[in-house]
């Protein structure tokens, strides 16, 4: 395997680069060679495009070379979520239904990074149609957790998350609907961000949940996750949602904010945080208090309302976006037998083709949306997400630059331990899902550690911390979470992998 490091931050490669001390071709390849090694170990990609990553390399090579200028992304290798369009290989969700479909466009964000000059290596392993909180519904697998291979990495973002963590690539693209880079951001020790609804453009990403789904970055830096914000935000005409505002992510990165001051809400002290998580919680806002912060108590009274609001309207928007998946116009199609009719070929195409999970979803979508329950659950549900961003804003009336919480309630926890109890498992997104559902920007940064023993095995896994800001906060958040990363090591630390 190539000694090049495919995991160095951004900014470094970029410069190593375009000074010619190492060429996209030899970052590319290395990025390449690694993502192979740890396949069978990680099940982090679905699939690796080396002919096009090096023909993207050396048009870089060629372009330094001439003298011309490159991107800010030039010679960087990146991998994207597999429910991001482009236009070579397939574009499958992790999902049967998909299996081999090929996208005959690429999806807006991922242009800009090719654009930019970063090397697209492969498509990442994902939750089927990015419903799931651990990387376990994927018809290619289930994704693990680089710092213990019996856990997961979190979801539905599995496969960025972990090829980042693991060092394979310095930065990845995901999705977040209700926490999709948040959770598995703070499962496996990286930095990652959900933008604005609307500050990134949804064209191209195969839709969950239209009204909450959102792409953003995930890195192993925060000057890592402002460069990647840069290039992928901006409007888009080809996206009816996109916004028209613009945020400086890299404006005054390293400068402390002034008279910082951070709410943290009751709820988040909940005794269904364990212990590790717990501390690292007080730990992070004693190191605010140290850097000269002010800490307010704050309430999102609404808060544990948030996951049955989220899995009602979530659902209901999956139920509509899905049916286009018919086994008719693309997708998989099941063979009929004697005298089935087009009611069959639905039926059957569907059934085969989508997961559990998935399956469970569209069902539950469907009834809330159906007659003489529209009422009582999806107009509910929309009421209750209105009140729950009235708590967010009435916390930043308070004077709070940003809301600090945790990201999850648990640390990474074992496969299969939670595949047979949904509750559970949507449980584990308590935290984040309120953040889409408000439309907000939300940031998970490394914050501690926690050891863990389940059946006589140790281990020591990440803990994740969330900053919340008001809408287009993106920059504030990115500056307070370099605060923390100046005063603090734990994402200094890598899985040994």
């Known amino acids: 395997m190539s000694t090049i490091d495919p995991g160095a931050p951004i900014l470094d490669t970029r410069e190593r680069v375009t000074a010619r001390k190492v060429s996209a071709a030899e970052m590319a390849r290395a990025a390449l060679d690694r993502a192979q090694a740890l396949q069978k170990t990680l099940n982090a990609f679905v699939d690796l495009f080396p002919d096009q990553a090096m023909e993207q390399a050396r048009a870089v090579d060629a372009r330094i070379a001439r003298g011309e200028p490159v991107g800010a992304l030039a010679g960087v290798p990146v991998a994207i979520k597999d429910n991001m369009s482009l236009a070579y290989g397939r574009t499958t969700c992790c999902s049967r239904i998909l299996e081999n479909y090929r996208a005959p466009y690429t999806a807006t964000a ?3 990074l090719i654009d930019a000059g970063a090397i697209i290596v492969g498509k990442t392993t994902m939750d089927e149609f990015a419903m799931g909180s651990s990387g376990e519904h994927s018809c290619f697998g289930p994704t693990r957790n680089p710092w213990d291979l019996s856990r997961v990495p979190g979801g539905s973002s599995s496969g960025s998350t972990a090829a980042v963590a693991a060092g394979i690539v310095p930065a990845s693209l995901g999705s977040d609907t209700g926490g999709s880079i948040r959770q598995p951001a703070g499962l496996c020790g990286i930095y990652g961000l959900k933008p604005t609804y609307g500050l990134v453009s949804r064209y191209g990403l195969v839709a969950f949940a239209s009204s909450l789904d959102q792409i953003g970055p995930l890195t192993r830096t ?22 028209t505002a613009h945020v400086d992510a890299m404006r005054d990165l390293h400068t402390p904010v002034d008279g910082l001051t951070l709410g943290v809400p009751r709820q988040a002290r909940s005794t269904a945080n364990t212990p590790g998580v717990a501390a690292a919680l007080e730990a992070g806002i004693k190191t605010f208090r140290d850097l000269g912060a002010r800490i307010i108590d704050i309430d999102l009274p609404h808060i544990d309302h948030g996951i049955a609001a989220y899995y009602i309207i979530a659902p209901a928007e999956a139920s509509s976006n899905l049916a286009r998946f018919d086994g008719v116009r693309y997708g998989r199609r099941a063979q009929l037998g004697p005298g089935e ?25 469907t009834h809330v949306l159906s007659s003489g329950y529209f009422d009582a659950y999806y107009l509910t549900a929309l009421k209750v997400r209105r009140l729950i961003k009235n708590d967010y804003d009435a916390a930043f009336k308070q004077g709070c630059h940003a809301i600090l919480m945790p990201s999850s ?8 331990s939670k595949t047979s109890d949904p509750l559970a498992m949507y449980l584990e997104d308590v935290y984040t899902v309120g953040v889409n559902l408000a439309g907000l920007p939300g940031l998970t940064m490394p914050g501690g550690f926690e050891k863990v023993t389940d059946n006589g095995r140790a281990a020591e896994l990440p803990v994740g911390l969330q900053l919340v800001g008001p809408a287009l906060g993106e920059n504030t958040l990115l500056r307070i979470a370099a605060m923390f990363a100046d005063r603090t090591t734990w994402h200094t630390r890598r899985p040994a992998i």
């Open 341 to 365: 009719d087009l009611m069959a070929l639905y039926c059957k195409s569907r059934s085969e083709g989508f997961g559990p999970e998935v399956q469970r979803r569209i069902m539950l979508g």
């Open 110 to 112: 991922v242009q800009k």
């Open 222 to 243: 925060v000057d890592d996750l402002a460069a990647m914000l840069s290039v992928i935000m901006g409007h888009d005409d080809m996206d009816s949602t996109s916004a």
């Open 409 to 416: 309630p648990s640390p990474a926890f074992t496969l299969g």
